[in-house]
């Protein structure tokens, strides 16, 4: 009796330690969360409860990678499972009875084998770090101790089990083969050995579990906490919708991020969810072709850096206890000595580069966290640019993280706050703002491509004043009115409308800028400008529906004006004539004998899940012979042009769109398809630079509806698609 006495209060004041340790932890880290800036939760929990629990529970992302996400499932309702035997051994050691479970014997066989699947799992997770060495994943102690944890507890709980029967006399059973088979092995041990040994291995395993519970908020897998919280509190909004910022603020002394407080709460909640394993920057355009960006580092530098600032401010050091987690000073990032250049990778896309120096450059700082520049220190000008905005890490990210929103609003602080930004981004810019595109055309040229596509004057193509009764308004954009490659398309579409019989009027010189541009690079100010502008134009004629041929006005338009005043409809090329097959307004009766391949838009696709309907248009043509690209619909890899960079140099790695290209050309098409202007120019000239344009062609899917619905067309000097 007095033995279980010492034996329950020791229980008691371990675990109280261990409880108040992990407490302090979790609580400081939530103090530096509140550094940031607030947030309306309300609303959030009820609208996001069916994908937390498809998440949560059902591990869709995880699955995106079948493997892991299998060896992740036995793992986390391993755990699950084995939190009820954990309260049978440490019931058991107290009072020495096990719990009151109905049907105990099969509860042991289920803890048994629940514990050999995790040691089997944990064994897969060790190999495909270490043996197949996947490029997404780091190596070294601090991604292992996890694995020696779990084979720790799980080997304590084993043992626990064995020399408890051994203990208490118990023979063979079969319900639980694995315990039997310790004390089989141990049989000829004496009672009292038998009994240390149950005692020694109980305590093994109630320390590691409480070592395990303080080490958790204290690492990355602190997600097993965070991760839900995030997911649970996640935006309302649709994806990828940037915040509007009060520029009319007169307090504001800066607009955007320029210190890691600026971010919202929600966004450094983000940061003690990820759980680095590496899906984003495995995605990511600009890591995969060696450009210094990599989602998953920076989430990583920005929570080191909040926690180390954080600790900073709020007096609260975020190591518990500190003679076992000592600080490792303050980080910054070192890029000398890592410089990126030509493209060095493996096969088509290839993250080694990008991976292997961002390691290299997160190194101790010389300075507190407090005279530290996020931007500069913290993260670099080179990676806040080199983000094609395309959400692919985003969608792949299993705790939901965005890391989007957080590099635009540093974009934002590097444009608005310090005026600084690419040479070639800053042109496009400064031309939007003056002509209203990127070129710096005159903006009373806008309409000029009606009849420099019809100079007969064949097609019907209404401005409002001339059609003010129409029902849908055509927004052109700056690429269909500017660009000559694209104007092709919006030439196309207007024929397929008028032999559909849309009642369309276009806006002519009325039309601006969408702003998407402006946007994504930073520069809220000239796309509220344009923002307001436009409604104001379309509100004057009573815009009720809009269709448009590019993601990027269809998403911005659809998406982002509507919190400017916007009340209108937003189909994008695709919808409207995918449509128009369907209610037999529009026949492909022409065969159009070519293999096509689609690539999807990720503001098409990822943005507003917008996959099916270009593909039907193309299933609807006679002759086409549909093929998929490996990285296709919502794991579609970006063109490249997204977030600005169309109109900036890459100066770093390989060309994305060459390698999108090299993607495309992997099915050996005949026709490379696109929905979307950008993607168009983007994949034409990968095209060019593989010295493949002769036999392969690039067509938006309007064009290649007008072959089939009017017959051979010539677009261009090259032979036409072929048609019978």
Known sequence: MPGAIVQLVLFLAVTGLGVYWFAKAVYHRF??????????????????????????????????????????????????ILQVGALDIIYKGLSGKPLPIPGYEAFELLQEATVMLILIAMGYAAYRRYGEKLGRLKRGWKPSIVVFFIYALMLSVLLTMGFH????????????????????????????????????????????????????????????????????????????????????DE??????????????????????????????????????????????????????????????ITSRSPWTPAFAFKST???????????????????????????????????????????????GDVMSEAEIWACTTCRNCEDQCPVGNEHVDKIVDMRRYLVLTQGSMPHDGQRALQNIERQSNPWGISRSDRVKWVKEVDPEGVLHVPTVKENPEFDILLFVGSMGSYDNRSRKVTRALVRLMNEAGVNFAILGNEEKNSGDTPRRMGNEFLFQQLCEENIVTFQKYNVRKIVTACPHTYNTLMNEYPEFGLEAEVLHHS?????????????????????ITYHDSCYLGRYNG?????????????????????????????CGAG?????????????????????????????????????????????????????????????????????????DDKQPISVS
Not at 575 to 592: C, K, M, T
Not at 671 to 686: F, H, K, N, R, W
Request: negative net charge; glycine residues 8%; aromatic residues 8%.
């Open 165 to 248: 029967r051994l203990a208490e006399g118990e023979g063979a059973s079969g319900y639980a083969p694995i315990s039997s088979l310790i004390a089989g092995i141990f049989t000829g041990i004496s009672h009292g050995v038998a009994e240390a040994l149950y005692i020694a291995f109980w305590w093994a395993h109630l320390l590691i579990l409480l070592a395990f519970l303080v080490y958790v908020p204290q690492s990355k897998h602190f997600h097993l906490l965070s991760a839900p919280v995030n997911l649970l509190l996640r935006r309302t909004e649709p994806v990828g919708r940037l915040s509007k910022l009060d520029l009319e």
């Open 329 to 375: 000073g303050t980080h910054s990032m070192n890029p000398e000595g890592a410089e990126l250049g030509k493209w060095h990778g493996q096969g088509i896309t290839d993250i080694a580069s990008t991976m292997q120096a961002q390691a290299a450059t997160w190194q101790i700082a010389q300075h507190p966290p407090e005279q530290l520049e996020l931007i």
């Open 643 to 715: 977030g600005g960079m169309m109109w900036m140099e890459e100066t770093a790695g390989k060309r994305v769109n060459l390698a999108r290209t090299e993607q495309a050309l992997a099915t050996k098409p005949t026709v490379i398809s696109s929905a979307c202007p950008y993607c168009l120019t983007m994949m034409e000239d990968g095209t060019k630079l593989l010295e493949a344009e002769e036999s392969v062609q690039t067509r938006d899917i309007a064009e290649i509806l007008e072959l089939a619905v009017f017959g051979a067309v010539k677009l």
């Open 251 to 312: 307090e504001a002394e800066s607009f955007g991020v320029g210190k890691v407080e600026d971010f919202t709460q929600k966004q450094l909640v983000d940061l003690y969810a990820c759980v680095e394993c590496g899906r984003c920057t495995n995605v990511c355009p600009a890591a995969s072709t060696g450009k210094w960006l990599s989602p998953m580092h920076m989430i990583v530098k920005l929570r080191d850096h909040l926690t180390e600032k954080g600790a900073a």
């Open 575 to 595: 919808e409207l004539l995918d449509e128009l097959i369907r209610a037999g307004s529009l026949v492909p009766q022409y065969e159009v004998e070519e293999r």
């Open 31 to 80: 103090l530096y969360v509140k550094l940031g800036q607030p947030v309306n939760w309300s609303g959030r929990v009820k609208h996001n409860l069916h994908a937390f629990a498809a998440q949560v529970f059902g591990q869709t992302k995880l699955l995106k990678d079948k493997k892991s996400g299998l060896m992740h499932i036995v793992i986390f309702y391993g755990f699950i």
């Open 610 to 638: 917008v996959y099916e309907q270009p593909r039907n248009i193309l299933r609807a043509i006679r002759g086409v012979t549909l093929l998929e690209i490996e990285r296709s619909r919502e794991n579609g890899m970006c």
